[in-house]
C-alpha cells in the first residue's frame, strides 16, 4: 500500500525520551523508542517471542529494547542480542523484531514503514528560517479521516460560519478567484483572499488576508501568510502554519500544528491557545461530515469555484494511487 511508503507523524519529539511510547500508525501498533545515541526507533510493537506489547517493556542501561514478557532485548536495528533464559544462546538473524525507520523533523518524531518513496518528511520552509519561533500544538485525536483534514485546512468559504468572529464574518462571505497549480507534493494555491475580523492572536482590526496553501504530501499542507504591502521588503518573512496528519485508521486521525510565527513575546501556552481554539470549531464538522471517507470521484458531492483546492487535492490522492481515508 503506497501510505506504507510515506513518511507520518507517530509523536511529539519531547514525548519520546527514556520509555518506550506506545502509538497507532495506518491501523497497525507500533513502538519508539531512544537507544544509547539518543537515536529515535521503531519497532512493530509486538515482540516476535509471544506477541506480547514491546511498548511495556524498557530500554536497558546499554540502549536496548527490552520485551515485558520473557527479557527478549532488541539492538536498534531490530536484531534479538539477549534471551536471557538461555545466556550463552546467539540469537540467528531470524530473531529481531520488525524495524521500520524513524526521523524527527519539525518537533515531531515520524515513521516510514518501507523503505521507499520520498527521503524526508514532508517539507516546511519556515523550519529554517531563524527569524520565526517555532512550536507545535497539538496532537488532536479526530474521529474523521486525514484526507478530510487536509481538505478543510484549504477551504476558506467555511471561516464565516465555522470560525464566525475569529477567522470570518457572515456579513463578507465572498471569497476571491484564486490560482491552483500541480506540484511533485500535491499542489499550490496563491491569491487566496478572505476578509478577517482577527487572523491572528494580535489583530486588533479586521482586515483582508491572503495566503498560500501547499500540499507537501499527501496528509501534510501548509498555511503561509502573505505579508502585508510594505513589509516584505523590510523582513521578507512570512508566518506559517504547518498541518501534519497522522492516519491511525481509514476514519481516525491524529493531528499536530507546528506554528512558525514572529511572535517572540507571546508565552507557548497562549499561541497554542488560538490555534487550539480554532481547530475545535473545526473538529466537530468534520467529526459531522459524510461519509467519512473522502471521496475522490468528483461527482459524488457538489463543487463550486471556491472548491477548486479541494477538487485538486482529490485529484492529486487518485493519481498518486492513495487508498487509506478515502472512497
Known amino acids: 500500500m503506497v501510505e506504507s511508503s510515506l513518511w507520518h507523524p507517530v509523536a511529539l519529539v519531547g514525548d519520546v525520551a527514556q520509555t518506550p511510547v506506545a502509538v497507532q500508525l495506518l491501523q497497525q501498533p507500533v513502538v519508539v523508542w531512544r537507544d544509547a545515541e539518543g ?26 529494547l527490552e520485551c515485558p514478557y ?4 532488541f539492538a536498534a536495528d531490530g536484531r534479538c542480542t539477549y534471551v536471557p533464559a538461555l545466556p550463552a544462546f546467539v540469537p540467528p538473524p531470524g530473531h529481531c523484531a520488525r524495524a521500520f525507520e524513524a526521523r524527527e523533523a519539525h518537533g515531531v518524531v515520524w515513521v516510514r514503514m518501507e523503505q521507499q518513496g520520498s527521503a524526508a518528511p514532508p517539507a516546511f520552509a519556515a523550519e529554517y528560517d531563524a527569524r520565526l519561533r517555532k512550536l507545535n500544538c497539538g496532537p488532536y485525536d479526530v474521529a474523521a479521516s486525514a484526507p478530510r483534514i487536509i481538505e478543510n485546512f484549504l477551504d476558506m468559504s467555511h471561516f464565516g460560519f465555522v470560525h464566525e468572529g475569529w477567522l470570518g464574518s457572515r456579513d463578507a462571505t465572498a471569497i476571491d478567484d484564486y ?36 500540499v507537501t504530501a499527501p496528509y501534510a499542507a501548509v498555511l503561509t501568510k502573505v505579508p502585508e504591502a510594505g513589509t516584505t521588503a523590510l523582513d521578507g518573512w512570512r508566518e506559517s502554519i504547518a498541518l501534519f496528519i497522522c492516519p491511525v485508521t481509514p476514519v481516525r486521525s491524529r493531528v499536530w500544528f507546528r506554528l512558525a510565527v514572529a511572535d517572540f513575546d507571546s508565552p507557548d501556552e497562549k499561541l497554542q491557545a488560538f490555534q487550539h481554539t480554532i481547530f475545535t470549531q473545526d473538529q466537530p464538522v468534520l467529526e459531522s461530515q459524510t461519509p467519512q471517507l ?3 470521484d468528483l461527482r459524488a458531492e457538489l463543487h463550486t469555484a471556491t472548491d477548486k483546492a479541494s477538487s485538486a487535492y482529490r485529484r492529486y490522492l487518485r493519481q498518486s494511487g492513495i487508498t487509506l481515508g478515502v472512497c
Open 70 to 73: 520473557h527479557g527478549w532485548q
Open 179 to 214: 490560482r491552483v497549480e500541480a506540484t511533485p507534493t500535491g499542489l499550490l494555491a496563491t491569491g487566496c483572499k478572505a476578509w478577517q475580523p482577527q487572523s491572528n492572536l494580535h489583530s486588533t482590526a479586521p482586515a483582508q488576508v491572503e495566503y498560500t496553501y501547499e
Open 39 to 64: 537515536l529515535v526507533q521503531a519497532f512493530a510493537d509486538q515482540c516476535p517471542h509471544r506477541g506480547a506489547r514491546l511498548s511495556l517493556g524498557r530500554v536497558t542501561p546499554q540502549g536496548q
Open 294 to 296: 473522502l471521496p475522490l
